[in-house]
C-alpha cells in the first residue's frame, strides 16, 4: 500500500518561507484614518463657518422685516419700504453668496492639498513595501534554495 504524503507539513513550510508582513496594512489603516479624520475636520469647519453665515443673514433679513412692517403714515411709504427691503436684501445676499463661495474654495483647496499628500505618501510607502516584500521574497528564496 502507498503511503499518501502529508500535505499539511509542506504547506506549513512553504508558508513559513515566505512570512507576510502585516504592519503595512497597519499603516495603511493607520493612513487612511489619518485622512479621513483631516478631511471631516474641513468638512465640519466648513460646515460652521456656513451656518454662521446662515445664521447672520436670517438675523438681518429679519430685522428689515421688521423695520418693513411697521405702520407707515402714508401708503407710498409702504411701497418705499418694500423697495428698500428688496434693495438691502438682494445686496446681503450677494455679499452672503460671496461668503459661501469663498468657503467653498477654501475646502475645494484644503481638500486637493490633503489628497495630493495623502497620494504622495501612498506612492511612497507603496514603493517602500514593494522593496521590502522583494527582499524577503528573495532571502527567502535564496534560504530555500540553500536547505536542498
Known amino acids: 500500500m502507498a503511503k499518501t504524503q502529508d500535505f499539511s507539513a509542506i504547506m506549513k513550510d512553504m508558508m513559513g518561507a515566505f512570512p507576510v508582513d502585516t504592519s503595512a496594512m497597519e499603516d495603511a489603516f493607520k493612513s487612511t484614518a489619518s485622512l479621513n479624520e483631516k478631511l471631516s475636520g474641513v468638512a465640519l469647519e466648513a460646515a460652521g463657518k456656513s451656518a454662521e453665515i ?7 433679513t429679519l430685522a428689515k422685516m ?9 401708503p407710498a411709504d409702504y411701497a418705499k419700504a418694500a423697495t428698500d427691503f428688496a434693495s438691502a436684501s438682494a445686496e446681503v445676499a450677494a455679499e452672503n453668496l460671496a461668503a459661501f463661495a469663498e468657503i467653498a474654495k477654501k475646502v475645494q483647496t484644503e481638500t486637493v492639498e490633503l489628497l495630493m499628500a495623502a497620494g504622495k505618501d501612498a506612492a511612497e510607502d507603496a514603493t517602500a513595501a514593494v522593496k521590502k516584500a522583494t527582499n524577503d521574497v528573495t532571502a527567502a528564496a535564496k534560504k530555500a534554495t540553500a536547505a536542498k
Open 54 to 60: 446662515s445664521s447672520k443673514w436670517t438675523k438681518e
Open 66 to 74: 421688521t423695520e418693513m412692517s411697521k405702520a407707515k403714515a402714508e
